[in-house]
Every structure is written in structure tokens, then in C-alpha cells.
């Protein structure tokens, strides 16, 4: 099982260094080929005959993700924001969450939210992932009144896109030490 983040959204990671890391699971010692041709062969050879789970989440286009399609025996998930199609891809819209249910997610997370939780539902614009981050936050730092969450939240995101402004309260609650940890 592989997970990787291809950045689509923050300057795309190359096909090259996703084939490169599948490469390097299977052979940490060996040399690379110079040429991305070369190295698609490498990859679909260090796949040949493997039962391995790909999973590249935020492609920024097809273009990034079809070099990365694995031979017979493999699967291949990908997320992306843009819509694409790859010959024999199975496409799979995934909407907001409605409303009532994206209230019941944040308050199985963290039930003080409460009063609230229409509100944060709203700012994270129904996003599973966002809710999920805002919920989390709230719950592991008791001491982060939730309408102070809101007004932090609101002001990230200003400027931020929902998952961003979510992902950067939740960093601003890590220690120091935490927060150099992740940048390293």
C-alpha cells in the first residue's frame, strides 16, 4: 500500500519522483535511470506481479497521473479537485456533505461544539476533511473555546482556501517543537 500527496493544488509533485518513490520501496539501493521513459519501465517492473494499492491524493491533471497507472494486479485511487478523465478510470463525484449530517460529524467528534456546530459546518463550506481537522482541533484542545475557534478560523481564512485556513488553527496549536517536527 502506497499513500502519496502528488501537491496538486501547491505546485505538483512530478510523475518522476512518484514513480521514483514506488521504485525505491522495492529497491532502496538501486540507481535510477536518467530518463522518465526508462524509469516508467522500472516502475511497472517493480509492480509486475504485485498486489499494491496506490493511493495519490489532490492530482493536479490527468497529465500528472497517467504516467502512474500500474500494470495488471495493481489499483490505482487518485482525488483531484480539477475533473479528469483517464481511459478506464471510474469517475466518482463526491459532494459536500448535507447540512444535517455535517453537524451529526462534527458533534460525534467533539459534542461541545454544540450550539455551534452549524456555524463551524458553514465556515469549513461542508467539507468532510475540514470538518473533520475542526472537530479534531476542538476536541483535543479543551482549552480552545469554540467561538474563539470561529473568529481564528474566520480570520485564516481570508486569505485561505477552507482546508488551508483549517489545517493552519490546528498547526498554531502544536508546541514549537511540534510544529518544527512537521517542517522538517
Not at 141 to 153: A, N
Request: charged fraction near 20%; hydrophobic fraction near 45%; charge should be negative.
Amino acid at each position: 500500500q502506497f499513500f502519496m500527496e502528488l501537491q496538486g493544488r501547491s505546485g505538483a509533485l512530478s510523475p518522476r519522483d512518484a514513480m521514483a518513490y514506488i521504485v525505491r520501496s522495492y529497491n532502496p539501493s538501486g540507481k535510477l535511470p536518467e530518463g522518465e521513459s526508462e524509469l516508467r519501465g522500472l516502475y511497472l517492473s517493480a509492480l509486475h506481479n504485485q498486489r499494491a494499492l496506490l493511493m495519490f491524493d489532490d492530482a493536479a491533471s490527468a497529465e500528472q497521473v497517467a504516467s502512474l497507472v500500474p500494470p495488471p494486479g495493481c489499483l490505482m485511487i487518485f482525488t483531484s479537485r480539477q475533473h479528469f478523465i483517464l481511459p478506464g478510470a471510474l469517475v466518482i463525484d463526491l459532494p459536500v456533505l448535507p447540512s444535517e449530517i455535517a453537524k451529526r460529524l462534527l458533534l460525534s467528534i467533539a459534542p461541545r461544539i454544540g450550539e455551534y456546530a452549524d456555524e463551524i459546518a458553514v465556515i469549513t463550506g461542508y467539507i468532510p476533511l475540514a470538518l473533520r481537522w475542526a472537530a479534531s482541533t476542538l476536541a483535543e484542545r479543551v482549552d480552545l473555546d469554540p467561538q474563539d475557534y470561529i473568529r481564528r478560523l474566520m480570520n485564516y481564512k481570508e486569505g485561505l482556501q477552507v482546508l488551508d485556513a483549517s489545517l493552519a488553527i490546528s498547526y498554531d496549536q502544536l508546541s514549537a517543537e511540534q510544529q518544527r517536527s512537521l517542517c522538517q
